[in-house]
């Protein structure tokens, strides 16, 4: 039998302790019939009971405590599993830093202080990781009566012996012993399987008409689009239920991210000289030390309750924007120098000699040119599709003529800059663009769609509801479109990253890659105009579209990414920069590329290499 299994003396030692403990149920219940219906005072202290798994599990629920209440959640109770004591001391340590906050002075943990303020208790593990499905029954049943034990049995013997010694005894119990009685008035869970037996407990204080605490299950953060098997369980026993991913479970209600929140205490206000104090004394817990309370997250779960009494200090929230915090460079130099000598050298004087009716003609023209259409007059041709246009050539864009009112309307300017890299790799391992998004995240200074790190960005609504804003530029996953079983290539699958930056950051990173990467790329000397042999009227010449293609040395060029080259898996990849403009028509490439030369970068004949 595996060794870790539960021991059956332990159980059998467990059953005749509750023998003698459950009839005093009875009683308590005959004893407190009247006191069921009392509610709540808001100045009432309100005890919490904390399941502590192992590892997240702690750091989340830990983080949920330490934005409760200290003065108003006093009697804190943690349960821990047995053997597991780095969660114990991880609790521990919470306390001596609350109590160190609220006294100024630097505690240490001791029993008296832990009975005082907190307490931590073990529990055996419903199931070890890697244990017999034969022997996990067992265990469970002991963990179940082990639970029982610390929910129904001890609290009513304590509160049993105090009344018997109330008449007795003139001193007042301590803080802590006064509510023995109640097991909690709060049961924080997040998992893991533990915690199944400690809400059937649960169920037998209500099953005998005993307070039973408010139970409260939060879904761990690293469950995204499934549940785990104990919230599985328990979603239907629990009395709030609560998710930290909106896709995690559609049904269920989702605060936000524990990874964001940081609520703001009630009991810290900031002095004059601007330190931060609590309670008249200096704040030296580091987790309290936050002036700024975000949305509501699920720290604030507590607010569900009918207990919970917000706090008058509590400050909306408000959107914050990190702007721009210069002049960008190439917009100042555009503006200046480049504006009045683009419309004087782009000046085209045919394009104004037409009239109205005569543009309006030659665009007619223009956009039914090879368009064929079926006789509307048979009755076969109904509801048919377009006809395809004659010839096998795309349509050409229209070009718009210059305005005679406003001059700088069709100035050529940057409207967006689109870079583009692809990875062989990612076909067989998605994983492989996760560096890549970082490199991209990195020379670009945007942030992904769907990243937490921007609200903006986030998609589906998450978080603030609404598209994302795309005009704020974004980092996003390129899909094939087509399939090729050649290259084991699906429809769908990521091949590869796509930054698009509008015009202002659009700027900022052509100043980067003019001012430091490309006077240090080894063997440039410049961007290859187009052959003379190139018809004027291709769409590459009409398009408006410049494309720049820089190869896998020029990723490490970059000051964002060479600081800390070496932490990238991915040491470099090929990439292309499509600068668009909004010029189309005829020599529309040709002022978007003598815009990009004012700009700085360089062109090359090919006849001069």
């Known amino acids: 039998m595996n060794s870790r299994a539960p021991n059956v003396r332990t159980i059998a030692l467990i059953i005749p302790s509750l023998r003698k403990r459950l009839p005093l149920v009875g009683a308590y219940y005959q004893q407190n019939k009247k006191e069921r219906g009392h509610k709540r005072n808001a100045n009432e202290t309100i005890k919490v009971a904390v399941f502590l798994g192992s590892g997240g599990h702690t750091a989340e629920m830990l983080t949920l405590v330490s934005s409760l209440d200290p003065d108003r959640y006093r009697q804190r109770v943690y349960y821990v599993s047995d053997g597991d004591q780095l969660s114990a001391n991880k609790a521990r340590q919470l306390e001596t830093r609350l109590v160190s906050a609220r006294t100024g002075q630097i505690q240490q943990t001791t029993s008296a202080t832990e009975s005082a303020h907190f307490q931590v208790k073990e529990l055996p593990r419903a199931r070890r990781v890697h244990q017999s499905f034969a022997t996990t029954p067992l265990s469970a049943a002991r963990s179940f009566l082990v639970c029982l034990d610390h929910v129904v049995t001890r609290p009513l013997s304590a509160t049993w012996h105090r009344r018997s010694t109330r008449s007795t005894s003139t001193n ?41 605490p408010h139970i409260m299950y939060i879904e761990s953060f ?37 990874r964001e929140a940081r609520q703001t205490n009630p009991h810290i206000r900031r002095a004059e000289d601007g330190k931060l104090i609590l309670n008249g004394t200096p704040a030296l817990m580091r987790a309290e030390l936050c002036n700024v309370q975000p949305r509501r997250t699920i720290l604030q779960l507590v607010g569900m309750l009918p207990h919970y009494v917000e706090p008058r200090t509590a400050t909306p929230q408000r959107p914050l924007t990190i702007g721009p915090t210069g002049l960008s460079r190439l917009q100042e130099h555009y503006n200046s120098v480049l504006a009045p000598d683009l419309l004087y050298m782009t000046y085209d004087a045919g394009l104004e000699t037409a009239t109205e009716e005569e543009r309006a003609a030659e665009a007619h023209k223009a956009a039914t040119k090879g368009v064929r259409e079926w006789d509307t007059t048979s009755p076969y ?93 974004h980092i996003e996953v390129v899909k094939a479109r087509v399939g090729a079983a050649s290259f084991k ?118 006849a001069a290499l």
Request: charged residues 20%; contains cysteine; hydrophobic residues 40%.
């Open 172 to 212: 007042a119990t301590s803080s802590y012993t006064q509510k023995d009685d109640v097991f909690a008035d709060l049961l924080l869970l997040n998992g893991p399987g533990t915690c199944v037996p400690l809400v059937l407990a649960v169920y037998v204080r209500k099953f005998f008409g005993l307070h039973a």
């Open 381 to 473: 041709t109904q509801n048919r599709p377009n006809r395809p246009p004659r010839g096998n050539r795309q349509p050409q864009p229209l070009s718009k003529p210059i305005s005679s009112t406003d001059p700088l309307r069709d100035l050529v300017r940057l409207e967006k800059v689109v870079i583009t890299a692809f990875h062989k790799a990612a076909i067989g391992n998605k994983n492989a663009l996760v560096p890549l998004v970082a490199q991209f995240r990195a020379i670009t200074g945007v942030s992904p769609l769907g990243s937490l790190s921007d609200p903006a960005m986030l998609v589906g609504g998450r978080g603030g509801g609404g598209p994302p804003d795309l005009t704020r530029g």
């Open 222 to 258: 690293a469950r995204v689009q499934s549940l785990s098997l104990s919230a599985k369980l328990l979603k239907g026993l629990v009395d709030t239920f609560v998710v930290q991913w909106p896709e995690a479970s559609k049904d269920a209600e989702c605060r936000g991210w524990l």
């Open 489 to 606: 290539l699906r429809p769908g699958m990521p091949v590869g990253v796509k930054a698009t930056l509008p015009g202002p950051l659009g700027l900022d990173f052509l100043d980067v890659l003019v001012t430091f990467v490309l006077p240090r790329l080894r063997g440039f000397q410049g961007f290859l105009l187009p052959p003379s042999s190139q018809p004027p009227a291709s769409p590459a010449a009409m398009s408006g579209v410049v494309s720049l293609g820089m190869g896998p040395d020029a990723m490490a060029l970059f000051p964002q990414t060479e600081v800390n080259w070496d932490q990238y898996p991915l040491r470099g990849l090929g990439f292309q920069i499509d600068c668009i403009t909004n010029q189309r028509g005829k020599h529309a490439t040709e002022r978007a590329r003598t815009l990009l030369s004012g700009l700085g970068l360089p062109f090359v004949r090919r």
